[in-house]
């Protein structure tokens, strides 16, 4: 079955009450939504909770108008997106009308003094932060089960064994998992770093 | 063994390797708060059971009318002998609303719920943002918090389908005891003042006041005042000591109903305050006492219980404190 496909009928089953769909639903799309807006949100977990608790709010409400044209976790991303922007906007408003304490010179010193990069090769420590995030930007446009299991296998170590009991299939199953998931990501992960142009650039980034 | 230290093999392909090196600088990504995350399944579960348990409904009363029209000939009959629907009695009406609440009925609209408006049995109420308290017909305060759905089944029984909720029998008031029937367990008041928070994996009550039983399938258990029980979907029933006053109780308390103050002893006042709070009341010494019990007030305000007690006391000659679960009442300093 593909994937729209599974997420239009996740979405009709939630349009028909279905407590499992629900369960599905909010444990397999909240962990990566929330991930979306908290690192969109300067890594502030308050303001985090309220974007994500709003956005799922309003996706849940708006049920009835998702089409399939587009993959459902793409779809909540939009939302959320459109949350975090008002949020921004709400801000920076607001800040028009502030004297940030931070501003003061002799604190603006000691501000700078905190936030200063910890490496002694600032562009390296960047490039590994952002391969990272990449990775893990990429774990997550993947299907739940795609991201978990290569999280698994790659971050935790686990076995096909380890992975099979979990997902509650066999050998056979989980390999064959495991690979679509290894194509899916080195797709995604592809498109992600297509574009990116590094200074001596070396083969960072590139998984195949 | 972590995946970044597993020894490469000689059979691994060219693909297989780079993924591991790639991953060997990736981290686990990031999970949400535990706390964060209870919170907001909770939220969202009411806003979609609100939003699709409606439509289910009216898919099944549409089902129903499909059925009747297929029956035409019972129907007019019916309709020829000018029988109507019974109206449905009314069970409780609203005492207070903070935010928006909203309330349906038979599958039509939310629509938001005001002081005083009546609920009939059948009654579905869900909180959203906002909190409401209700005042039931059978006696007896029913608190419900943001994020909830409740669905009034009886003029002695209610459904909690998601979120918090807090029941004051107010003693005597209680004609019958409520009885609240969730997806965990049922709970049967006995005289008390309780909170019941049904989250996606279990049932929690916490008992300020009297007695709560709580019955699921053929086991049974009972709280006291100061007692917490946890009962898991598993069956697992866990008790835990708790506290009947401060912070876990403060959303009930801003929901208590109004006390009239003009007319009333000071003393009564105090003790009002005490039964919303969970408090008890302790004087100073026996000047302090005979003070409260001669103060009569008079004027009218409407807050909070221990904003309340504030501004009335503000007026008199007494001051309060709160030392643990006391409200000491003390004479002001000359």
């Not at chain 1, 002694?120 to 795609?146: G, K, M, S, W």
């Not at chain 2, 408006?117 to 608190?143: C, F, M, N, Y």
């Not at chain 2, 399938?217 to 708790?242: C, M």
Request: net charge negative; hydrophobic share 45%; charged share 25%.
């Amino acid at each position: 079955m593909t994937d729209d496909l599974q997420d239009r009928r996740l979405v009709k089953r939630l349009l028909a009450h279905d407590h499992e769909a629900f369960r599905q639903f909010f444990d397999g799309y909240f962990p990566r939504l929330y991930r979306f807006a908290r690192t969109r949100l300067g890594d502030d977990p308050e303001t985090t909770k309220e974007i994500v608790h709003v956005s799922l709010s309003k996706a849940v409400r708006k049920l009835g108008t998702y089409r399939g044209e587009a993959a459902l976790f793409t779809w909540l991303c939009t939302i959320c997106r459109n949350e975090i922007n008002d949020h921004v906007e709400r801000v920076v408003r607001e800040r028009k009308h502030v004297v940030l304490t931070e501003d003061l010179p002799d604190v603006r010193a000691a501000v700078d003094a905190l936030t200063a990069p910890a490496s002694d090769e600032p562009e390296a420590n960047f490039r590994r932060l952002e391969t990272t995030r990449l990775i893990q930007v990429a774990l997550d446009q993947l299907p739940t089960h795609y991201g978990n299991v290569l999280e698994w296998k790659y971050i935790y170590g686990f076995s096909v064994e380890e992975i099979a009991a979990k997902l509650g299939v066999g050998l056979d199953a989980a390999q064959s998992v495991l690979a679509r998931a290894k194509r899916a990501f080195h797709d995604v992960y592809g498109a992600l770093t297509r574009d990116i142009v590094t200074p001596n650039a070396d083969t960072d980034g590139d998984p195949a | 063994m972590n995946g970044k230290d597993r020894p490469h093999t000689d059979t691994e392909s060219d693909s297989e390797r780079s993924l591991r090196a790639l991953f060997a600088r990736a981290e686990p990504r990031l999970a949400p708060p535990p706390a964060h995350a209870e919170e907001i399944r909770r939220a969202v579960y009411a806003e979609w059971d609100a939003v699709t348990g409606r439509r289910a409904l009216m898919r099944r009363v549409g089902g129903a009318v499909a059925a009747a029209a297929a029956l035409g000939a019972v129907a007019l009959l019916v309709m020829n002998t000018g029988t109507a629907p019974t109206p449905a009695a009314v069970v409780a009406r609203v005492e207070r609303v903070q935010g928006t609440a909203l309330g349906s009925r038979d599958g039509a609209a939310f629509e938001a719920l005001r002081v005083d408006a009546p609920l009939a049995q059948g009654s579905i109420i869900s909180t959203a943002d906002g909190q409401v308290a209700l005042r039931l017909a059978s006696g007896g305060s029913l608190r419900l918090a943001a994020q909830t759905q409740l669905r009034l089944t009886g003029s002695t029984e209610a459904e909690l389908v998601a979120g918090a909720l807090y029941f004051d029998s107010e003693n005597a008031a209680a004609n019958g005891a409520l009885a609240v029937v969730t997806a965990v367990g049922t709970l049967r008041d006995i005289g008390t003042q309780f909170m019941a928070e049904l989250r996606s994996n279990r049932l929690e009550v916490g008992v300020r006041d009297g007695r709560v039983a709580i019955a699921r399938d053929d086991v049974r258990a009972d709280a006291v005042a100061g007692e917490k029980l946890t009962v898991e979907r598993s069956g697992l029933i866990r008790r835990d000591a708790i506290d009947v006053y401060g912070e876990e109780w403060a959303w009930a308390e801003r929901l208590a109903p109004p006390f009239e103050i003009d007319g009333r002893y000071l003393v009564d006042f105090l003790d009002w305050v005490a039964d919303q709070t969970g408090r008890s009341v302790a004087f100073a010494d026996a000047d302090v006492e005979r003070t409260a019990r001669q103060t009569r007030l008079t004027g009218s305000i409407d807050l909070e219980p221990l904003p309340k007690l504030a501004a009335v006391l503000a007026l008199t000659d007494l001051d309060y404190s709160l030392e643990g679960d006391r409200i000491l009442i003390t004479s002001k300093p000359l």
